[in-house]
């Protein structure tokens, strides 16, 4: 079992920026590739952004290219989600999840796979 725990959400105006954290217990966290995702009112979870085991390789949606960075520490079993210029439509819980992959450079992309899902932190972003 690996037990996923966000922080880091809240209430900011447009333009603002938040960094998520996503502290992992439980199995060796470097086995896994992470992933955040989120999931909007009346809309379906959608994924964000994923990162390797090895932190090397990974993965936005074009909806958050270029303002968001994931980043993962390893040493800490922990991964963030630096989320800069923010924009109303970002409003959503987001989730950070874990893959177990043998493979170094994986960051997959979609949620099926991903064996451990945390409870979310919101996000809200006025206008």
């Known amino acids: 079992q690996v037990q996923l725990v966000e922080s880091g959400g809240g209430l900011v105006q447009a333009g603002a920026s938040l960094r998520l954290s996503c502290a992992a217990s439980?199995?060796?966290?470097?086995?896994?590739?992470m992933g955040w995702f989120r999931q909007a009112p009346g809309k379906e979870r959608e994924s964000v952004a994923a990162?390797?085991?090895?932190?090397?390789?990974?993965y936005y949606a074009d909806s958050v290219k270029g303002r968001f960075t994931i980043s993962r520490d390893n040493a800490k079993n922990t991964i963030f989600l630096q989320m800069n210029s923010l924009k109303p439509e970002d409003t959503a819980v987001y989730y950070c999840?874990?893959?177990?992959?043998?493979?170094?450079?994986?960051?997959?992309?979609?949620?099926?796979?991903?064996?451990?899902w945390g409870q979310g932190t919101q996000v809200t972003v006025s206008s």
């Open positions: 999840a874990a893959y177990y992959t043998p493979r170094y450079t994986y960051a997959p992309q979609t949620g099926p796979g991903y064996d451990y």
């Open positions: 439980g199995r060796t966290f470097s086995n896994y590739a």
């Open positions: 990162i390797s085991r090895s932190g090397t390789s990974t």
